[in-house]
């Protein structure tokens, strides 16, 4: 969403750094505490939450139509990958660093970006460590992943902690239908088969026409907002227990990354809509009831539409190995896994050739007891 240059002056940069007041080293948010601790001094802080609510709603209208209060946006510096085109939140004193969704260096740039600031988000609940363990765990369950790529995750360097965005939709929605109630009922007829006559029950349908109007509200409909990662990998994170969302507040992510939209708020509605349409014909098939139902049009209005832009943690690895890239991700809240899944041809040979040769001395056994 473009914002004008007379708003990116109004627009507050927002500053993630969090000093310790003991030795003034940066802090971070340390899952297993809740807080915030520091690496260097071993010193904690409870989260500066202030006044914060839980999260609200904005109104969709009036961020298509560029009309968000200012304290609704902020500008942040972030970096491009130039391999995948993540936009990923940097500090603004590092000028290096590898991309934490594919492992390309990027050199960061002094760039701002303007965005509709988080409403919402949920805290990391899983250490590092325990992200580590459940990635080695869920490759250790890979029959035909090479080894040299097992044990290379294993010693490689640590998780990236990222906060992914994704969209939030509300709304109202009532829809008119019209379509045709199917009933079964059987019929007995004679048949002849191979010369022999037979009854059989024969399946018929009776139709007749049906229209009605279903009506249901959508709570959360749930929307990534970035392109960095396979849609399969993301919703194999699922589920999310977006029950236990936090205000955002800056404290949480220090010493994580957030990565910015890049999906802008109009696409990431589609997507929602398809999803809302798609629970809707099923409401519509359920208020036809009978054995079946066809469809025949479905006119749907739609209110009072919200949304929020939300913050999920999920723990990162990108791994260069043998010249392709591999990477896994982990819910930062359950621990679930996903990722590339690596093969090895000369487990697939071996395990091909193991087959051959069972399958061989079986058949020569079988021979000699003939």
């Not at 890049?262 to 809707?280: K, L, P, S």
Request: proline share 5%.
């Amino acid at each position: 969403m473009a914002y004008s240059d007379g708003q990116a002056h109004d627009v507050a940069l927002e500053n993630h750094r969090f000093p310790c007041t003991t030795c003034g080293a940066d802090m971070r948010f340390s899952p297993d505490q809740s807080q915030l601790v520091c690496d260097h001094c071993g010193a904690s802080e409870v989260l500066e939450i202030g006044g914060a609510t839980g999260p609200h709603e904005l109104d969709y209208l009036s961020a298509i139509q560029d009309l968000l209060p200012q304290q609704d946006i902020e500008e942040t510096r972030i970096s491009e990958c130039p391999n995948c085109g993540a936009h990923v939140e940097f500090d603004a004193e590092v000028h290096a660093t590898d991309c934490p969704f594919c492992a390309t260096p990027v050199v960061t740039d002094t760039g701002l970006h303007r965005q509709i600031k988080p409403r919402g988000l949920l805290p990391f609940a899983l250490s590092e460590p325990s992200a580590h363990d459940a990635m080695n765990d869920w490759l250790g369950g890979l029959w035909f992943a090479p080894n040299g790529l097992k044990e290379y995750a294993r010693k490689g360097r640590k998780l990236s902690g990222i906060y992914v965005p994704y969209w939030t939709f509300d709304a109202d929605t009532k829809s008119q239908y019209s379509g045709m109630r199917g009933d079964d009922y059987y019929v007995t007829k004679t048949v002849t088969r191979n010369g022999k006559t037979q009854q059989v029950r024969e399946r018929r349908t009776k139709w007749r026409n049906k229209s009605g109007r279903v009506a249901r509200f959508f709570d959360d409909v749930l929307v990534l907002a970035s392109t960095s990662l396979p849609r399969k990998y993301t919703e194999g994170l699922e589920p999310w227990d977006l029950q236990a969302m936090e205000p955002y507040v800056p404290d949480y992510i220090a010493g994580f990354r957030a990565e910015s939209y890049t999906v802008e708020i109009e696409d990431g509605f589609r997507t929602a809509r398809g999803y809302m349409d798609n629970v809707i014909l099923r409401d519509v098939k359920f208020d036809i009831g009978g054995d079946r139902q066809r469809v025949h049009d479905v006119q749907t209005q739609i209110s009072n539409v919200t949304f929020k832009h939300v913050l999920l943690p999920v723990w990162m690895a990108a791994y260069k190995y043998r010249g392709k890239t591999y990477r896994f991700v982990v819910n930062g809240r359950s621990g679930r896994v996903q990722g590339e899944r690596p093969w090895s041809r000369w487990k697939i040979a071996f395990a091909i050739l193991a087959g051959v040769l069972i399958a061989g001395a079986v058949g020569y056994i079988a021979s000699e007891y003939q």
